[in-house]
Nanobody, 122 residues
Framework: QVQLVESGGGLVQAGGSLRLSCAVS????????MGWFRQPAGKEREFVAG????????FYVDSVKDRFTISRDKAKNTLYLQMNSLKPEDTAVYYC???????????????WGQGTQVTVSS
């Protein structure tokens, strides 16, 4: 089973930037899809961005398009989320996750990280 460990969260002022990392241990496949999710306090977890491990095809929720960039380094087995122009509403615990392929469901995947807190002050 793949293990995921996030890092890079912290406190930043509105308009600032952070880069999250997700270290992946275990075997990955080109069909795998990785994603970033976030959960604000007291709210449900939501999808932020995803990327196919093999081809690197990306997709985003509308609220972060043009501000966030998801990427992966296959040689380092690491997933990234570059977050620019951060807003207070981006404050949340951010999680990375892996699922088998585009047709499977992240929510049914056992591969989730423990989360990293991102706090954006106004």
């Amino acid at each position: 089973q793949v293990q995921l460990v996030e890092s890079g969260g912290g406190l930043v002022q509105a308009g600032g930037s952070l880069r999250l990392s997700c270290a992946v241990s275990g075997r990955t496949f080109s069909t795998n899809v990785m994603g970033w999710f976030r959960q604000p306090a007291g709210k449900e977890r939501e999808f932020v961005a995803g990327i196919t491990w093999g081809a690197g095809t990306t997709f985003y929720v509308d609220s972060v398009k043009d501000r966030f960039t998801i990427s992966r380094d296959k040689a380092k087995n690491t997933l990234y989320l570059q977050m620019n122009s951060l807003k207070p509403e981006d404050t949340a615990v951010y999680y990375c996750a892996l699922k088998d392929d585009l047709g499977s469901d992240f929510n049914k995947s056992p591969s989730w990280g423990q989360g990293t807190q991102v706090t954006v002050s106004s």
